[in-house]
């Protein structure tokens, strides 16, 4: 069993910066795709970034030049580290765990981002 813990996330002004975590633990591989989700009110759960182990990064449109991905693989921690924020970028935030061998897929409880003034 795979545990994913979120944290980082909260209030911030349009143009401020947050940064999440995520910490995983339990039987892990090392082929592991981290990434991170959002779900705003009333809409779908959307891709935001994804990271390998190997450190091979994807981008969202909606991210691409204000969000960095990166991870630690001796830590099991993945980070997202958000610049300009807009009120766009509102939404509940979840660190997903993906083994492309199994297909097995893992979740975090998620973490509110709310970007207003």
């Known amino acids: 069993q795979v545990q994913l813990v979120e944290s980082g996330g909260g209030l911030v002004q349009p143009g401020g910066s947050l940064r999440l975590s995520c910490a995983a633990s339990?039987?892990?591989?090392?082929?592991?795709?981290m990434g991170w989700y959002r779900q705003a009110p009333g809409k779908q759960r959307e891709s935001v970034a994804f990271?390998?182990?190997?450190?091979?990064?994807s981008y969202a449109d909606s991210g691409k030049g204000r969000f960095t991905i990166s991870r630690d693989n001796a830590e099991n921690t993945m980070h997202l580290q958000m610049n300009s924020l807009k009120p766009e970028d509102t939404a509940v935030y979840y660190c997903?765990?993906?083994?492309?061998?199994?297909?097995?897929?893992?979740w975090g409880q998620g973490i509110q981002v709310t970007v207003s003034s």
């Open positions: 339990g039987s892990i591989s090392s082929l592991n795709v």
């Open positions: 997903n765990l993906r083994e492309p061998l199994t297909g097995s897929a893992y």
């Open positions: 990271i390998t182990r190997t450190g091979s990064t």
